[in-house]
């Protein structure tokens, strides 16, 4: 099932939404393919968001273990302005609790 995820700044979590349900936590790993879908049409408020078409593949405040399977390869940066990604698709995501969203790979 598809979902989406973005950042809740005012109370500083992540959520993850799909149409059965919504989940908020302070960090998450998506453990699969995503994407960016973008909606600049809005007038009221423009947003951007990280989808996956597996919601399974979201693992709510991974072990610290988890997380160091992976290197970190650079941020996934969203211009609020322009309604943009520094990068549209991909696979393995950290949201991390500092707000920040890191593109992983698997170590070798």
């Not at 994407?35 to 979201?58: C, H, M, Q, W």
């Not at 709510?60 to 309604?83: A, G, T």
Request: aromatic share 12%.
């Amino acid at each position: 099932m598809k979902s989406k995820i973005h950042r809740c700044n005012c109370r500083n979590t992540w959520t993850v939404q799909n149409r059965k349900r919504s989940l908020t936590a302070d960090t998450m790993l998506l453990n699969g393919k995503w994407y960016v879908e973008l909606k600049p049409e809005r007038t009221y408020n423009p947003k951007g968001f990280v989808a996956t078409d597996n919601s399974e593949e979201i693992i709510i405040n991974p072990s610290e273990q988890l997380i160091k399977r992976f290197d970190k390869i650079k941020k996934l940066v969203y211009d609020k302005e322009n309604v943009t990604f520094n990068v549209n698709h991909g696979e393995y995501l950290y949201f991390a609790y500092d707000g920040a969203c890191y593109i992983l790979q698997i170590k070798k």
